[in-house]
T-cell receptor
Framework: LAKTTQPISMDSYEGQEVNITCSHN???????ITWYQQFPSQGPRFIIQGYKTKVTNEVASLFIPADRKSSTLSLPRVSLSDTAVYYC????????????FGAGTRLFVKA | NAGVTQTPKFQVLKTGQSMTLQCAQD?????MYWYRQDPGMGLRLIYY???????DKGEVPNGYNVSRLNKREFSLRLESAAPSQTSVYFCASSGPQGGNQPQHFGDGTRLSIL
């Protein structure tokens, strides 16, 4: 299983773009990179997933360099409601895969 | 569209009591998972079921048992609850094997063991 490293916490202000970087030096060829968001008292929620280059959806963008040893989750123009914990996972998530969530990155968005 | 439903939402037990946490999904997913989350920490995998009829241990299985009752339901049982099992328990499910499918989570069961 690829180990991931993310910042423990980040602060931002409303309207700013937030970039959270995850390091995964021993990522395997078949591994995907997946990000989840968790609000207090709720289960994690899938945000975005990618394999290489750039992926964008209505919520976020995911940037993955050519060597795939890191990835960056980009949240455009954050609001107070984006305050949450963000988890980076690396692996090939077929059924029954032993996923490992680290401590994640706690994002605080201020007014 | 309910997704993943967990019951109960809250429970208080005394040390030594037994308890079964229920989980059901309506997305026709093959794989289901049980995690625990302690304050300020990430999720730790307790058990998972890759498909109906199979279960396997995760990172922290001691003190727990599971049953994959059918494709929809996956229960977690504490036979003799201990204070160290006080935690929030999340159930999750994911799509067909062979695909790289993200997990869908329930809203958790908050369990306190006195």
């Amino acid at each position: 299983l690829a180990k991931t490293t993310q910042p423990i916490s980040m602060d931002s202000y409303e309207g700013q773009e937030v970039n959270i970087t995850c390091s995964h030096n021993n990522i395997a060829t078949n591994d995907y990179i997946t990000w989840y968001q968790q609000f207090p008292s709720q289960g994690p929620r899938f945000i975005i997933q990618g394999y290489k280059t750039k992926v964008t959806n209505e919520v976020a963008s995911l940037f993955i360099p050519a060597d795939r040893k890191s990835s960056t989750l980009s949240l455009p123009r954050v609001s107070l409601s984006d305050t949450a914990v963000y988890y980076c996972l690396v692996g090939f998530f077929t059924g029954g895969f032993k996923t490992i969530f680290g401590a994640g990155t706690r994002l605080f968005v201020k007014a | 569209n309910a997704g993943v439903t967990q019951t109960p939402k809250f429970q208080v037990l005394k040390t030594g009591q037994s308890m079964t946490l229920q989980c059901a999904q309506d997305m026709n997913h093959n794989s289901m998972y049980w995690y625990r989350q302690d304050p300020g920490m990430g999720l730790r995998l307790i058990y998972y079921s890759a498909s109906e009829g199979t279960t396997d241990k995760g990172e922290v299985p001691n003190g727990y048992n599971v049953s994959r009752l059918n494709k929809r339901e996956f229960s977690l049982r504490l036979e003799s609850a201990a204070p160290s099992q006080t935690s929030v328990y999340f159930c999750a499910s994911s799509g067909p094997q062979g695909g790289n499918q993200p997990q869908h989570f329930g809203d958790g069961t908050r369990l306190s063991i006195l």
